[in-house]
């Protein structure tokens, strides 16, 4: 077991923390505050290959692995967790056109995807189907080549700015093996969004519901066959989850910075903060927990990358432990930091409520420890 | 045409610099290392004279010990073709790197060499100078643009006064300013391809070159420490502060 990086891994993450110091950091507030989505500095990041990082080179991609990810994903989120995140969408669904298209798909989508030329969405949930997803209603009829689409999606990243849309539908009867994945334009006809949600958090991208009436998508947008479509969208949420753990370790890794920094220069009843041992025991139990997160999450990379029996525990366990801890130490972060850390003026508060999300998508914490549960428990 | 770039690894301008307790130097155990960010401005301004068809081939050099070729990696993964090290543990001073530099010259014979106007660790600002003089090329330094034009090149400096503009016949050395261009990252896929490309490593004994330094550092200090304000009742005592206390005006 090596337990350092490669020097072509050490330069991914340099170059990933350069960029994100610079292209996200001086803006991620202003991100915040306004709700704007920064098209642009996406782009950037793009023309860097973080839009297609684990699909292959001759596709356009980087052709690197879920641990290169989960450590670009991570310098990323240092700087914006909400934009770092829905760059990890783009590249679910550039992973998955990648894996699960034909050629013919490949061609047609996946240029746009990894320069984000196009935006891409990724459609599961529904108002009535959250973590129990199988039970999805949105139904897709066959009609000559075309599918019409009926139903509406939730929560969806990036709905009514994304270009592309991958939408698990409901192509034959219930449960999942009757889901397919099929990939939506933006307007196709019978496409509508809902308003933008107002959110706690994750501001720098819209969410918005996608609604389908009448929605027409060509049979040749379909990846892979009927009814494949949730084991497609099950392997796609494998990294997702990875990513997302790593955007909470960046997060959590900024709040831990912001605190030492106020510990160090922050003197009350005449010492540095730094100098109460009670605040520094607080303080190594943070940054423990976000090296054993850390730790965790490069586990998971790691089995995913080797294509591991336990590969969606391993994530799942992952997801759910570094999504726990880099929450909790924000959350620490912003006590430690007093009257200051409630302040918009001071980072924690964003970071914190980027974060309280990464405990609820991509599958709850508590649909992980089914995961977990249901793997181990196995008759 | 070859250009020649020199690249540097210093200490990252992030990191707050701490002086060694016996005031021999600075602090570079455990500490991140970056380019030198006007080689980089330099390395940037080569690769867009290749992209733009003005030059064939870029080759990033750096001096000093093996981790330097970290940097010359950064270098290639920009876009720089090869790279070429010469490996020394010994200190090196401005004249040992220029005479360095121009015994790899010798052999490459690039039409032009690029070089960061100063490090900024140790901030020279000499070898640019002097490796021009001991080639006998012209020098353009403090670069904020340049143009290849068809009998040489046109260089805008930047002067105390403002911008001077200079013609140059080739081959020559120039050296950059920070407004010269903004240098691009490496992307994903250039930093897998940067490992394939060569690094050739030289000792400076086989350049003919005694890299040992002439000049002894005495003692390296901190800057004297911030001194707080002071509140002025009148703009009367301001003055008077200034012209006599301050004597600033």
């Known amino acids: 077991m090596r337990f350092t990086l490669s020097e072509d891994q050490e330069a991914i993450r340099r170059t990933a923390g350069d960029f994100a110091a610079a292209e996200f950091l001086p803006y991620a507030a202003q991100w915040d505050e306004q709700g704007i989505f920064p098209v642009d500095a996406l782009r950037k990041a793009a023309d860097l290959g973080f839009a297609g990082i684990y699909v292959r080179e001759e596709q356009g991609g980087s052709g690197l692995g879920r641990l290169d990810a989960a450590l670009i994903f991570e310098e990323l989120a240092a700087a914006c967790p909400s934009t770092a995140a829905y760059l990890s969408i783009q590249n679910m669904v550039a992973w998955m056109v990648d894996r699960f298209g034909n050629d013919e798909q490949r061609g047609r989508f996946l240029k746009r995807l990894t320069s984000m030329e196009s935006f891409a969405s990724y459609c599961l949930t529904e108002p009535g189907s959250g973590s129990d997803a199988a039970s999805l209603k949105t139904k897709a009829v066959r009609d000559g080549d075309h599918y019409v689409l009926n139903g509406t999606k939730a929560f969806i990243s990036g709905g009514g700015a994304s270009d592309l849309y991958a939408v698990m539908v409901r192509t034959g009867g219930e449960g999942p093996k009757g889901i397919s994945c099929v990939l939506v334009e933006k307007g196709s006809p019978g496409l509508s969004f809902g308003k933008r949600e107002r959110k706690l958090g994750w501001n720098s991208q819209p969410t918005a519901m996608v609604i389908f009436e009448d929605c027409r998508v060509p049979v040749a947008n379909r990846l892979g066959e009927e009814g494949e479509g949730f084991k497609f969208a099950m392997s796609g949420l494998d990294g997702g989850r990875l990513n997302i753990g790593a955007c909470s370790l960046g997060g959590a890794r900024a709040c831990l910075e912001a605190a030492r920094n106020h510990l160090m220069h922050r003197r009350q009843f005449g010492q540095a903060l730094a100098e109460f041992q009670a605040l520094q025991f607080r303080f190594a139990d943070m940054a423990t927990e976000l090296e054993a997160a850390r730790l965790m999450v490069h586990r998971g990379a790691a089995s995913l990358d080797a294509g591991a029996a336990e590969a969606s525990m391993h994530c799942a366990m992952a997801k759910r432990f570094a999504t726990d801890a880099g929450f909790r130490i924000c959350n620490e972060a912003l006590q430690l930091h007093g009257g200051y850390g409630y302040l918009k003026d001071f980072p924690v508060e964003r970071y914190l409520r980027d974060l309280r999300v990464h405990q609820i998508l991509e599958g709850t914490n508590e649909i992980m420890r089914l995961i977990i549960a249901r793997r181990l428990l196995r008759p | ?249």
Do not use: H
């Open chain 2, 1 to 249: 045409m070859k250009v020649l770039v020199a690249v540097k690894r210093v200490i990252d301008y992030n990191v707050k610099i701490r002086v060694k307790a016996d005031r021999t130097g600075v602090e570079t155990a455990n500490v991140k290392m970056s380019m030198n960010p006007f080689d980089e401005i330099g390395v940037e301004e080569a690769l867009r004279l290749r992209e733009a068809g003005k030059a064939t081939e870029v080759i990033a050099v750096s001096l000093g010990a093996q981790q330097c070729q970290e940097t010359i990696r950064t270098a290639l993964a920009m876009g720089a073709d090869r790279g070429i090290l010469v490996q020394t543990d010994v200190e090196l001073q401005p004249l040992a790197v220029a005479k360095l530099l121009k015994a790899v010259i010798d052999k490459e014979q690039p039409g032009l060499v690029i070089l960061g106007k100063q490090a900024i660790d140790d901030d020279s600002n000499q070898t640019g100078q002097m490796l021009a003089a001991l080639l006998g090329w012209s020098q353009g330094t403090f670069a904020s643009k340049l143009a290849i034009t068809d009998d040489g090149l046109e260089v805008t400096r930047e002067v105390d006064g403002g911008l001077e503009t200079v013609k140059l016949k080739t081959p020559a050395v120039i050296t950059t300013d920070l407004r010269l261009n903004e240098p691009r990252y490496a992307s994903l896929p250039n930093i897998m391809k940067a490992k394939k490309k060569p690094i050739d490593v030289i000792a400076p004994d086989a350049l003919g070159v005694d890299p040992a330094p002439r000049l002894k550092v005495l003692k390296v200090e901190e800057p004297a420490k911030r001194q707080g304000g002071k509140k002025v009742a009148s703009v009367q005592e301001l003055v008077d502060k200034l012209q006599n206390e301050a004597r600033v005006i």
